[in-house]
């Protein structure tokens, strides 16, 4: 089983419409959690940091669930330029400091 | 200028022989790490380094080697490249601190023929 697994989609989203997709991780240590976007094999950029809490930046919302041992993105009113892949990283516990990936979450948001 | 680069951003070589991909920081960050990504693939951790003479396995070392002489510098060798070492090689780099952000290079493209 990978560390961190992801949906790989494509998700296909009318523009103006919400989009949720999750992401799951084996090891129950982890400490800190991220969700990068990536364009077309540039490189990974952070999107967002993941609390506890939940947090919320604009039109997206990022939930950790510790026991069920996922998180989740939500991406509201979407727009064609939130078209690209999103990855999962998970950090620290056992696995120390080394940002462990998901294999992404491809988004494609059409007119 | 600020940031982190890596060279060269494309490189072909054939197989057999050795190239070495370079990644240099200048935020003294005291993490870096090398991933490779293949074609619709996520990230793959190759090496990693906590500090300077500190360097360690990721998931997919075989056939890579590492140093890290100087904090700003972590070069990334294919000792005898082989057509499977064909990928995007990503450099990175983060402060000592687990819950801050990675940074990410340009990525270098290799093509093993």
Same mark, same amino acid.
């Given at each position: 089983?990978?560390?961190?697994?992801?949906?790989?989609?494509?998700?296909?989203?009318?523009?103006?419409?919400?989009?949720?997709?999750?992401?799951?991780?084996?090891?129950?240590?982890?400490?800190?959690?991220?969700?990068?976007?990536?364009?077309?094999?540039?490189?990974?950029?952070?999107?967002?940091?993941?609390?506890?809490?939940?947090?919320?930046?604009?039109?997206? #919302?990022?939930?950790?669930?510790?026991?069920?041992?996922?998180?989740?993105?939500?991406?509201?009113?979407?727009?064609?330029?939130?078209?690209?892949?999103? &990855?999962?990283?998970?950090?620290?516990?056992?696995?120390?400091?080394?940002? #462990?990936?998901?294999?992404?979450?491809?988004?494609?948001?059409?007119? | 200028?600020?940031?982190?680069?890596?060279?060269?951003?494309?490189?072909?070589?054939?197989?057999?022989?050795?190239?070495? &991909?370079?990644?240099?920081?200048?935020?003294?960050?005291?993490?870096?790490?090398?991933?490779?990504?293949? &074609?619709?693939?996520?990230?793959? &951790?190759?090496?990693?380094?906590?500090?300077?003479?500190? #360097?360690?396995?990721?998931?997919?070392?075989?056939?890579?080697?590492?140093?890290?002489?100087?904090?700003?510098?972590?070069?990334?060798?294919?000792?005898?490249?082989?057509?499977?070492?064909?990928?995007?090689?990503?450099?990175?780099?983060?402060?000592?601190?687990?819950?801050?952000?990675?940074?990410?290079?340009?990525?270098?493209?290799?093509?093993?023929?």
């Amino acid at each position: 089983r990978k560390e961190v697994e992801q949906d790989p989609g494509p998700f296909n989203v009318p523009e103006g419409a919400t989009v949720a997709f999750n992401c799951t991780y084996s090891n129950s240590a982890s400490q800190s959690f991220f969700w990068y976007r990536q364009d077309c094999r540039k490189e990974p950029k952070l999107l967002m940091s993941v609390y506890s809490s939940g947090n919320e930046d604009g039109r997206f #919302t990022a939930q950790l669930n510790r026991a069920s041992q996922y998180i989740s993105l939500l991406i509201r009113d979407s727009k064609l330029s939130d078209s690209a892949t999103y &990855l999962c990283v998970v950090n620290g516990g056992a696995a120390g400091n080394k940002l #462990t990936f998901g294999g992404g979450t491809r988004v494609l948001v059409k007119p | 200028d600020a940031g982190i680069t890596q060279s060269p951003r494309y490189k072909i070589t054939e197989t057999g022989r050795q190239v070495t &991909l370079m990644c240099h920081q200048t935020w003294s960050h005291s993490y870096m790490f090398w991933y490779r990504q293949d &074609l619709g693939h996520g990230l793959r &951790l190759i090496y990693y380094s906590a500090a300077a003479d500190i #360097t360690d396995k990721g998931e997919v070392p075989d056939g890579y080697v590492v140093s890290r002489s100087k904090t700003e510098n972590f070069p990334l060798t294919l000792e005898s490249a082989t057509r499977s070492q064909t990928s995007v090689y990503f450099c990175a780099s983060s402060d000592s601190a687990i819950e801050t952000e990675a940074f990410f290079g340009q990525g270098t493209r290799l093509t093993v023929v």
